[in-house]
Nanobody
Framework: QVQLVESGGGLVQAGDSLKLSCTAS????????MGWFRQAPGKEREFVAA????????SYLDSVKGRFAISGDNAKNTAYLKMNSMKPEDTATYSC???????????????????WGQGTQVTVSS
């Protein structure tokens, strides 16, 4: 059974940085596409970033390009989302997701993912 556990959320000020972690069990990251999504109160869940198993390809939401970076550590079976220059509009619950399907490109559609973490809250104050 695949389980994903996120950590690293918290309260920060605008302009600060934060690094989220997503540790997987039951499935190796080296054979999975990983994604990060977020959902703010009253809003739809939106794609943030995704990475292919080898880390060779990444994809980002336009509003986070140049500020956020997704990466993976296969030895630790952990994916990361480093968030820099954070803005109040980044406030949301962030969830990681995993798909074991052999996609060659990062996936931005949540329907492509089979497993989800419980989410971690990120709050950015102005």
């Amino acid at each position: 059974q695949v389980q994903l556990v996120e950590s690293g959320g918290g309260l920060v000020q605008a302009g600060d940085s934060l690094k989220l972690s997503c540790t997987a069990s039951g499935r190796t990251l080296s054979s999975s596409v990983m994604g990060w999504f977020r959902q703010a109160p009253g809003k739809e869940r939106e794609f943030v970033a995704a990475i292919t198993p080898t880390g060779g390809r990444t994809s980002y939401l336009d509003s986070v390009k140049g500020r956020f970076a997704i990466s993976g550590d296969n030895a630790k079976n952990t994916a990361y989302l480093k968030m820099n220059s954070m803005k109040p509009e980044d406030t949301a619950t962030y969830s990681c997701a995993l798909t074991p399907n052999a996609y060659l490109t990062p996936r931005s559609d949540p329907r492509d993912y089979n497993y989800w973490g419980q989410g971690t809250q990120v709050t950015v104050s102005s």
